[in-house]
């Protein structure tokens, strides 16, 4: 009996233990589901938090004009004195609007997702549109630059809308002049926004003093609002990596405080502002008014100004983060501090001039000043940061003199400070300040520049939505009607305003005009000369290997702006010198219409001519944000790619006839595991194994039957000889050209060239300069262009 309830006692702990099993095998599939449900929550917890986070920053550095635009705009809007109050309400109702249709639906939610990775502004615009149609005015890119990570594009339907668009740009030289002409034009613009932005945002924070102390004359809020600007661009050169923490704090504080304060101003003098977000108020107003209400649209539409630094100013955030920022923050604290003002002023209407200070209580009157101060002060340093980066992006692509470009910060590459700039950044904003003394000159200025970069943006973003976009024809239609139609109402009402302050934009922006594009014609014309004029490929073989001359040891690196061929510099040296290096490297540096260019991809080398004539060509390839820094690192990353070509080229030499083997803009895992390996870092770079000719590129392929046999100079040979030519001595041999119109040209391309482009040389960094080249490793050579 015992032994039987052992067994039966025994069963049913086996029983009990298979169920258990059961249920823990059971259970594991849910503690896996629950796990992976609860990492799902955390990283969609921890993206929320992120995207916060940064829609908390992007308050510093993109919304700071924008949400200063309260200083100044009623005051513009009414310059004399109020003589009804349905006025303030019309008023009050177009502002509603106009931030509701431009900076919401326009810029936040259209244009910022036109960006070209993450860049604003209209040079990104520009290089987008660079990419999926030929309208680079300069042809210098190859085929392979199509293949770069960063270089995306769309491909068309032969018969699309899209396709019949592309055609009929590129079909004309006259339309790629045409929006070169229009890019640039909305370039100058922004340049002058970062003249005037820093001009009314300061005088106009600089005149609180005044309210509150009526005694003190208007010369004294000038001097205290240049003493500012001194101050802000003076500090330029340290960059804003250290304070720019404090950015978003100063603007979220700003952007609390003046709606706080419009709560509080539509709750204790009236309410009924509110009916302005009825557009009844609007035909009325234009119905009362007349002229005089069409031409106040010109201080109505400072209130949308920044926009377009909104844009420019896109680079370090997600669009999504902008977006969050704009719809929880901007647009309902900036609805609230005018329909405050609003309120204040109809039953003030004589405190117009001054109606944001005015209207804030007396109890905490200073602090708000101080903030207003700060947040001015934010506002500009995003405007001339602005500048600064749309500088260096119409550098790039050819259409700015050279200057100095300086990184201020390790850590984020779009923090750049350009002096040349600066200083008459700086000199042109006290001129303005000072000179006109008032905020009305000065506002009818900025507004004639919003509205023109405004009208660029829209005509880029037709062109968008066709070529990249490839929306349908009525969604185009529909998005540039609309656009023009409210933008060309405020362009011409700041037409009538040319006169009385107007006038200063399109005087600053005819100058950058007439510089950036005089700069770009003579770089156009000097490459087309030296396209025209490169060295035959049968010229360099006629010569032999020894090249005709007296090959001295060193390696000689000829810069070029040339791509491909060799260029006329060449042979004017060796008609004048008859010697030239044992190794000779054509460099051409080349900026692409795209954002970066990843260092692993930077270089293409490719042989010219037969091996023993020991000449090589690298194109170093940059993105218009990329800055070149032309250091022992470049230098070192140059040869190292020179090296890895040579070993990738013995590697194909067993290949046979049919096999149309090139590495010409393609990378291989090879050269990542160590193919080339110096000091412990291996550089990856793509190389062509080609060779040159005057129309074509021939890929280099070995002759019937001699697959596999050894080479006249092994691998080893040739990298030993480039070993000991470059510890002979690199030297760096430039060109010093003069280039001049010739003598049948007519007197506008003489002005240009002759006089001009001539002077701007004269000014510009040389290129020694920017390649920080040292002297003793210098070697100019002179020759004059007829263009």
Known sequence: MEMASRVEIDEDNDNKGSMWDLEQKLDQPMEEEAGRLKNMYMEKKSSALLLLRLAFQSLGVVYGDLGTSPLYVFYNTFPGKIEDPEDVVGALSLIIYSLTLIPLLKYVFVVCKANDNGQGGTFALYSLLCRHAKIKTIPNQHRTDEELTTYSRSTFHEQSFAAKTKRWLEGHVSRKNALLILVLVGTCMVIGDGILTPAISVLSAAGGIKVNRPHLSNGVVVVVAVVILVGLFSMQHYGTDKVSWLFAPIVLIWFL???????????????????????????????????????????????????????????????????????????????????????????????????????????????????????????????????????????????????????????????????????????????????????????????????????????????????????????????????????????????????????????????????????????????????????????????????????????????????????????????????????????????????????????????????????????????????????????????????????????????????????????????????????????????????????????????????GQVSSQTEADEMEFLNSCRDAGVVHIMGNTVVRARRDSRFYKKIAIDYVYAFLRKICREHSVIFKVPHESLLNVGQVFYV
């Open 257 to 707: 405080v003046i709606g706080g304060i419009g709560i509080f101003n539509i709750w204790k003098y009236d309410s009924s502002v509110l009916k302005a977000f009825s557009p009844i108020y609007i035909y009325r107003y234009f119905k009362r008014g007349g002229k005089d209400g069409w031409t106040s649209l010109g201080g109505i539409m400072l209130s949308i100004t920044g926009t377009e630094a909104l844009f420019a100013d896109l680079s370090h955030f997600p669009v999504s983060a902008v977006q969050l920022a704009f719809t929880a923050v901007v647009f309902p604290c900036l609805l609230l501090a005018y329909s405050g003002q609003a309120a204040y002023l109809m039953s003030n209407r004589d405190h117009v001039i001054d109606a944001f200070y005015r209207s804030i209580p007396d109890s905490i009157y200073w602090p708000v000043f101080v903030i207003a101060t700060a947040a001015a002060i934010v506002a500009s340093q995003a405007t001339i940061t602005a500048t600064f980066s749309i500088i260096k992006q119409a550098l790039a692509l050819g259409c700015f003199p050279r200057v100095k470009v300086v990184h201020t910060s390790k850590k984020f590459l779009g923090q750049i400070y350009v002096p040349d700039i600066n200083w008459i950044l700086m000199i042109l904003c006290i001129a303005v300040t000072a000179g006109f003394k008032n905020q009305s000159q000065i506002g009818n200025a900025y507004g004639t520049a919003v509205v023109i970069v405004m009208l660029v943006t829209t005509l880029l973003m037709t062109l968008i939505m066709i070529l990249v976009w490839r929306c349908h024809w009525i969604l185009v239609l529909l998005f540039t009607g609309l656009s023009l139609v409210v933008e060309c109402t405020y362009f011409s009402a700041v037409l009538f305003k040319v006169d009385q302050g107007g006038w200063v934009p399109l005087v600053i922006a005819a100058a950058f005009l007439l510089i950036m594009y005089v700069w770009h014609y003579g770089t156009l014309r000097r490459y087309e000369f030296e396209m025209h004029s490169k060295v035959s490929m049968a010229w360099i073989l006629g010569l032999g290997p020894g090249l005709g001359l007296v090959r001295v040891p060193g390696i000689g690196l000829v810069y070029t702006e040339l791509a491909s061929g060799v260029p006329h510099i060449f042979s004017h040296f060796i008609t004048n010198l008859p010697a030239i290096h044992s190794v000779v490297v054509f460099v051409c540096v080349k900026y692409l219409p795209v954002y970066t260019v990843p260092e692993e991809e930077r270089f293409l080398v490719k042989r010219i001519g037969p091996k023993n004539f020991h000449m090589f060509r690298c194109v170093a390839r940059y993105g218009y944000k990329d800055l070149h820094k032309k250091d022992d690192n470049f230098e070192k990353k140059l040869f190292d790619s020179l090296f890895l070509f040579v070993r990738l080229e013995s590697m194909m030499e067993g290949c046979s006839d049919s096999d149309e083997y090139s590495l010409y803009g393609q990378q291989t895992e090879r050269s990542r595991d160590g193919l080339l390996n110096n000091n412990g870092n291996t550089t990856c770079s793509y190389v062509d194994t080609t060779i040159s000719s005057v129309d074509s590129i021939v890929p280099v392929r070995s002759p019937v039957g001699s697959s």
